[in-house]
């Protein structure tokens, strides 16, 4: 699904307000898009809103931040509904909501597993499971963020990767599913990213997980959002 304009699209994005999301928030908002970015923390939200306003290109464009655990899916439901109903059919929705302390297995807490599932893989479900609907009525695009770690597993990943590894099963049944109705869908894989969600993970990382990212070298999260566009306007899958 190749998408030629951004201009008056109306542009979902779980996680938009920091790293890979924000700043492909901000690069869709120069483009012209109606942004509209979830996730959790209200604070974090609206300094975000504030950052993407001033990329706008007309002060028309709409810039709606909406708080919600993308983990439970009633309230991402509801939500979702709401913003629908008040601004309009969703054209493209990104997943970049995500969460990584990577451990031994052995260390790793079973509470930890089912968090890392229910937010990395259960939450990228309920999103696509509420604006499907709505986006079926025009087409669009689905993008969801696995990793790299989503085809290859890596030492002190096994929580994450197994999350990372169903976005990809997910996403490529789905794909051949939505074709009918004009819904391309898209998988999103990047290396490791300069984040505010990367300095967390530095934090549990074992030391052999850091040897091995070590040769492997960092992107920008602006140089993500670069080809994450480039691949949209492409119709890369
Ligand atoms: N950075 C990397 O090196 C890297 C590499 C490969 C893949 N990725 C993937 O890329 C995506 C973005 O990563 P990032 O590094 O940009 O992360 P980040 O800076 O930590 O941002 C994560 C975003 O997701 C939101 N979020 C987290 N848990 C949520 C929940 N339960 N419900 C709703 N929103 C939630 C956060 O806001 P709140 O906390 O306020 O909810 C924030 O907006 C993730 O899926 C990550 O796994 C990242």
Known sequence: MKI?????????????????????????????????????TEHRLKS????????????????VWISVDISIPEDVQQVIASTVEKYGTPDILINCAGRAYPEH??????????????????????????????????GGLIVNTSSVVGYVGIFGYTDYAASKFGIIGLSESLRSELKRYGIGVSILCPPDTETPGFETENLTKPAETKAISQGAGMMEADQVAVQLIKGMRSGKK
């Open 4 to 40: 030629d304009s951004f201009d008056g699209k109306n542009i979902h994005l779980f996680g938009g307000s920091s790293g890979i999301g924000l700043a492909t928030a901000k690069q869709l908002a120069n483009l012209g898009a109606n942004i509209f970015i979830y996730a959790r």
């Open 48 to 63: 975000a809103a504030l950052e993407i306003e001033n990329y706008r290109q007309i002060s028309e464009q709409k810039v």
């Open 105 to 138: 297995f052995e260390a790793i807490s079973y509470q930890q597993f089912e968090e890392t599932m229910k937010v990395n893989l259960f939450g990228i479900w309920n999103s696509i499971q509420s604006i499907l609907p709505y986006m079926k009525e025009n």
